[in-house]
T-cell receptor, first 114, second 112 residues
Framework: SQQGEEDPQALSIQEGENATMNCSYKTSINNLQWYRQNSGRGLVHLILIRSNEREKHSGRLRVTLDTSKKSSSLLITASRAADTASYFCGLFNAGGTSYGKLTFGQGTILTVHP | EAQVTQNPRYLITVTGKKLTVTCSQNMNHEYMSWYRQDPGLGLRQIYYSMNVEVTDKGDVPEGYKVSRKEKRNFPLILESPSPNQTSLYFC???????????FGPGTRLTVT
């Protein structure tokens, strides 16, 4: 079954540094979605990248997708203390009996020190 | 304001006492879904609905029921709650399953 694995589990950096987190998966996807969660609150959508796309940007965020390696990365440039949160990748399955399922990884906890 | 609302936000109950957590969205979204979040396990999908009267099991459906009689509402029913259902629950909606999800604020459930 589909499973998302995020790496690293936790990341601690200084303000101004870049943060990179990765997501790997097992079976074909329709798209991959990155979300952010602040301490027990609802998830907030960041970027969606479709299976036929390789890279997307949104402000200080850059997402890449390598379907041959079944992996994606989220890069946050020039990080700020306000970026401190948990980040999750969501995998929307490609089809078959799993179409409609959205599977999340366990998340990466990012701490940005002022 | 476009939003997903959940009620209640916090609930403490006892084993076996049936409960319902409501979820409502005002964005005319077709797709709605329920997740539970547990430490170390991330978010796991319980049930999802592609449209009215269409529901499917997610990865952890045991012990839960859902219904989708109206487009805007997607209640989660625990017929006989057990302590292992203590968790943080999130409802989400989107225009289609393959689109960005809008999440509710969460419902923290404790079953004693």
């Amino acid at each position: 079954s589909q499973q998302g694995e995020e790496d690293p589990q936790a990341l601690s950096i200084q303000e101004g540094e870049n943060a990179t987190m990765n997501c790997s998966y097992k079976t074909s996807i329709n798209n991959l979605q990155w979300y952010r969660q602040n301490s027990g609150r609802g998830l907030v959508h960041l970027i969606l990248i479709r299976s036929n796309e390789r890279e997307k940007h949104s402000g200080r965020l850059r997402v890449t997708l390598d379907t041959s390696k079944k992996s994606s990365s989220l890069l946050i440039t020039a990080s700020r203390a306000a970026d401190t949160a948990s980040y999750f990748c969501g995998l929307f399955n490609a089809g078959g009996t799993s179409y409609g399922k959205l599977t999340f990884g366990q998340g990466t906890i990012l701490t940005v020190h002022p | 304001e476009a939003q997903v609302t959940q009620n209640p936000r916090y609930l403490i109950t006892v084993t076996g006492k049936k409960l319902t957590v409501t979820c409502s969205q005002n964005m005319n979204h077709e797709y709605m879904s329920w997740y539970r979040q547990d430490p170390g396990l991330g978010l796991r999908q319980i049930y999802y609905s592609m449209n009215v009267e269409v529901t499917d099991k997610g990865d952890v459906p045991e012990g839960y029921k859902v219904s989708r009689k109206e487009k805007r509402n997607f209640p989660l029913i625990l017929e006989s709650p057990s302590p292992n259902q203590t968790s943080l629950y999130f409802c989400a909606s989107s225009f289609g399953g393959s689109h960005e999800q809008y999440f509710g604020p969460g419902t923290r459930l404790t079953v004693t």
